[in-house]
């Protein structure tokens, strides 16, 4: 039976009906901010609290084999980002990574924290609604590798609530800024994260040794 | 005439009955409880993959008597690959000793031959031991494969062995990559490696094992499927706070409540019944870097046993729990 409309009609019609949904499902996402710029409001990590952790404490600050910075003016739209430095990773266990708590040192071990445990309580953050995590990335030359993990400190005291933590794939970068996610496949999980962001690298996926990486625009994307 | 065909039917089918033989399953070694379950990860004493190893009448010899030694407190293997000579007469050897049950491993998953290998031991032995594969180890996070090729090569495997065989298959990566879904979608069980000595550095020993114990837990409730943890354990030495008492005190800590427990809330299982390992090896401690690495036997390189070996002797002997 022919309708009298034509394929192209029907085309207009699916593509405005794609657009509704779009703009409708955006208008329901909600972005967490787990970093944005060194000192903005609306973020985890600003100036009165940056902190990170480098795992191993083998590899922590002053050894050279990781190194974090803020950086002015390289970040997406010449804002700030955070420099990774990557030094050594030819000493054993040649692999380190940089995790950025809620709270400076802060690993969920309930000893060490109890005398602050009400204010540390005021920073854990509810991702419970979260579908991906988004960030920006390049490398200092291109074809470094990185693996980003979240919500891994489920196995201490006072850690994160998920069983498993939050992993992506091994990711190569580019010399240029581009947009990474990483699903969510255990969102009810993440009722309580206190390790919303992490970052590896090793010797096996980095055969020379040595990397330089640049980080932004890190969120989660929540579903509203 | 009825009753005359019905008895010839009967007897027929039980003819056929007869023939086939039960192959014995690896599940079933783990969780029926008939005897205790105990794979003991092996490498025969001295072995050292830098160096050929010869297979002639006096390795064969040293192989069997690392094998009647191991007996005395272990019923299975877990082996990492598929040698050409040494696999198979690890295989008979295990066989004529008694053995219950082997963990097979594919070291390559990239390898056609290493597969074809598998399939061909397979083939010769499934009807006689329990046994199941590990496809790959740590080679996910050391870059050495793709979850990609683990998947091929299960495929390509699957492929080349009876179909009634029912051999299940896995991969396996250190407990805290477990995070990453394809990983856990992967096999029909999870044998994760779960180091307290490396992820818990300096943990005391009953912590450490409470720590394994808790991460196979919540990685079978994650996943929704059956765990056997592959590799643990604390080193009898290689660092000021690892000594024979301290990987005594872990092993007894570790297997004090049994090798099984259900996790009903998502009727599954966990195996605690894989022990790490049969003997010291100093190559790793020299490949690594990291001198940990040479000190996990429960054997020194000479067959000398660490006291819990004594332990494990005795604890294998118990009725499972």
């Known amino acids: 039976m022919k309708t009298g409309y034509s394929k192209f009609f029907w085309l207009i019609i699916l593509a405005g009906a794609f657009l509704i949904a779009n703009t409708v499902f955006a208008q329901n996402v909600i972005k967490k901010y787990v970093y944005q710029d060194y000192d903005s409001d609306d973020t985890v ?103 980003v993990k979240a919500a891994f400190a ?42 919303p962001f992490a970052v590896i690298a090793s010797l096996a996926y980095n055969p020379g040794g040595a990397i330089t990486i640049y980080l932004d625009e890190i969120y989660y994307e929540l579903e509203n | 005439m009825v009753l005359f065909v019905f008895a010839i ?45 010869e297979v002639n009448e006096e390795s064969l010899a040293k192989l069997r008597e690392d094998l009647r030694v191991l007996k005395a407190a272990f019923n299975g293997l877990v082996l990492y690959e598929v040698l050409p000579g040494l696999t198979n007469a690890i295989l008979a050897s295990a066989l004529e000793q008694g053995f219950k049950a082997v963990l097979l491993g594919i070291w390559d998953p990239k390898s056609e031959k290493e597969i074809a290998d598998m399939a061909e031991m397979i083939r010769q032995y499934c009807e006689k031991l329990a046994l199941a594969v590990v496809i790959g180890n740590e080679g996910l996070i050391d870059n050495r494969y ?11 495997l699957k492929a080349l062995i009876p179909a009634d065989a029912a051999i299940p298959v896995t991969t396996s ?14 096999g029909e069980f999870l044998a994760p490696n779960i180091h307290p ?46 000594t024979p008492e301290t990987q005594l005190r872990f092993w007894q800590a ?44 429960f054997l020194d390189v000479k067959r000398r046993p660490y006291p819990v070996f004594e332990y494990l002797k005795d604890d294998s002997r118990r009725a499972p729990k």
């Open chain 2, 173 to 186: 990566e250190p407990v805290g990559e477990y995070g990453w879904k394809p990983l856990r979608e992967f």
């Open chain 2, 146 to 156: 793709s979850i990609e090729d683990v998947q091929q090569a299960a495929l390509r």
């Open chain 2, 9 to 53: 039917a009967t007897f027929l089918s039980a003819c056929e009955t007869q023939k086939k033989v039960v192959a014995p399953s690896f599940f079933s070694y783990l969780t029926e409880r008939e005897v205790t379950p105990s794979l003991i990860a092996f490498n025969p004493s001295g072995f050292d993959p830098r160096n050929p190893f």
């Open chain 1, 45 to 147: 990590y600003k100036k009165s609290n940056h902190s990170f952790i480098v795992m191993p404490a083998s590899a922590a600050d002053g050894t050279g084999i990781v190194g974090v910075k803020y950086i002015d003016e390289k970040g997406l739209d010449k804002s700030q980002c955070i420099m990774i430095s990557f030094g050594n990773l030819k000493e054993p266990p040649r692999w380190a990574g940089v995790v950025f708590p809620v709270k400076a040192n802060y690993f969920g071990e309930k000893e060490a924290e109890v005398e602050k445990e009400a204010e540390t309580e005021k920073l854990v953050l509810n991702l419970e609604r979260a579908r991906k995590l988004v960030f920006y990335a390049k490398g200092e030359n291109g074809g470094e590798r990185i693996q």
């Open chain 2, 197 to 242: 000595a490396i992820d818990q550095e300096g943990m005391d020993p009953a912590a450490g094992a409470a720590w394994v114990k808790e991460r196979a837990n919540a990685l079978a409730s994650a996943a929704k499927k059956p765990v056997l943890v592959k590799e643990t354990g604390l080193p009898n030495g290689g660092a000021f706070s690892y």
């Open chain 2, 254 to 297: 570790y297997l004090r409540d049994g090798r099984l427990i259900r996790v009903n809330a998502v009727n599954t299982w966990i195996s605690f019944a894989a022990l790490f390992e049969a003997f010291d090896t100093p190559w790793k401690a020299e490949r690594t870097g990291m001198p940990i690495e040479g000190h996990w036997g």
């Open chain 1, 154 to 195: 489920g196995d201490k005291p006072k850690g994160d609530s998920a069983l498993f933590p939050v992993i992506s794939r091994w990711l190569t970068l580019g010399k240029d800024w581009s947009r990474y996610e990483v699903p969510i496949d255990n969102p009810g999980q993440l009722t309580r994260v206190i390790t």
